[in-house]
């Protein structure tokens, strides 16, 4: 990789620029960072290592990786891509190479799929790309698969280890997201993606689950009110088709998202005993840039 690949991203110790080199990542106070051997960098400091691993736990990036490697989601994916591939026409990035960051990014695949796709797109290779999440084992799988981005272990709650104004395209995709923190990094002309769940989301899903079903509709009013003061709003739309789910791609579904952790034991057999489920995606697509001066 060459320097192409610089990114903005700053010491979690005392946040001066850091420099990635062959081996470790570095920076002028001489705070180090080892790279590991699948090519991530752990960025994430605790006082003291807990048992428990924070974020998603591996059976679930394990699920998410088969049921997206199937291709269930690759529309959403496309979609994303075309935004991405339709901005990075009009304007320009705020240095010489567009800054693209996935916040929360799991296992990769969105950000993984985005840089092949603007790779492709242009003979310049003028994109780098680094997906950061708490998730160690995600942050793994992501760096094994997609070395056309860097990969960081990090928490993205407070702060994220990214330089004021560096990042040119955010994605925020199923993930937690701190608005004030995002606006901090992004460049003035920037561009932040969310994905979140509407309201028909894997409704028959949710309904076999009998998890406590939520009005995901007053979710999205919730997450614009919390990122109205900082964004602009520029586009709101949704993307739904139907999906005939088989198993073992059914399971896959339910084990990846936080459904399966709130139904009751009955309701985990009964989905694991059921062949086919007949499925409607709603996803909702934020798309806002960075209010300026705020
Ligand atoms: C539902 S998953 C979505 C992952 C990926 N964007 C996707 O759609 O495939 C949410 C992700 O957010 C990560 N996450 C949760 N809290 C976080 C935090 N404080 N900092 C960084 N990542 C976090 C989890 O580890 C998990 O990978
Ligand atoms: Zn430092």
């Not at 690949?5 to 062959?22: H, K, N, Q, S, Y």
């Not at 004021?164 to 920037?190: E, K, Q, T, Y």
């Amino acid at each position: 990789m060459g320097d192409n690949m610089d990114l903005p991203i700053i010491c979690p110790v005392c946040r001066a620029p850091l420099t990635w080199g062959e081996r470790r990542v570095t920076c002028p106070a001489d705070h180090t960072f080892d790279i590991a051997r699948e090519g991530y960098v752990n960025l994430y400091r605790t006082s003291r290592r807990r048992s428990n691993q924070p974020g998603d736990t591996r059976d679930m990036l394990l699920a998410r990786r088969a049921f997206l490697d199937a291709g269930w989601y690759a529309p959403l994916s496309d979609r994303l891509n075309a935004c991405v591939q339709d901005f990075t026409q009009v304007e320009a990035p705020a240095s010489d190479t567009w800054q693209v960051a996935d916040i929360g990014c799991g296992e990769g695949y969105y950000l993984g799929r985005l840089m092949q796709a603007l790779r492709a797109s242009s003979k310049e290779d003028r994109y780098s790309g680094c997906g950061m999440d708490i998730a160690r084992d995600g942050v793994r799988y992501a760096a094994r698969r997609y070395p056309e981005a860097r990969w960081c272990v990090a928490n993205v709650a407070q702060d994220i280890l990214f330089a004021d104004g560096s990042v040119d395209v955010a994605l925020s995709i199923f993930a937690p997201r701190f608005s004030a923190v995002i606006h901090r990094i992004m460049a003035r002309h920037g561009l932040l993606l969310i994905v979140m769940p509407g309201p028909a989301h894997l409704t028959a899903l949710r309904d076999q689950a009998m998890a406590d079903v939520r009005d995901t509709g007053h979710k999205v009013q919730q997450e614009l009110d919390k990122l109205l003061p900082h964004f602009n709003l520029v586009d709101q739309s949704s993307l739904t088709y139907p999906m005939t789910l088989k198993q073992p791609d059914l399971q896959h579904l339910y084990l990846m998202t936080p459904l399966y952790w709130r139904s009751t034991r009955e309701a985990r057999e009964s989905i694991k005993n059921t062949p086919t489920m007949d499925l409607t995606t709603d996803f909702i697509i934020l798309t806002l840039t960075p209010k300026i001066n705020t």
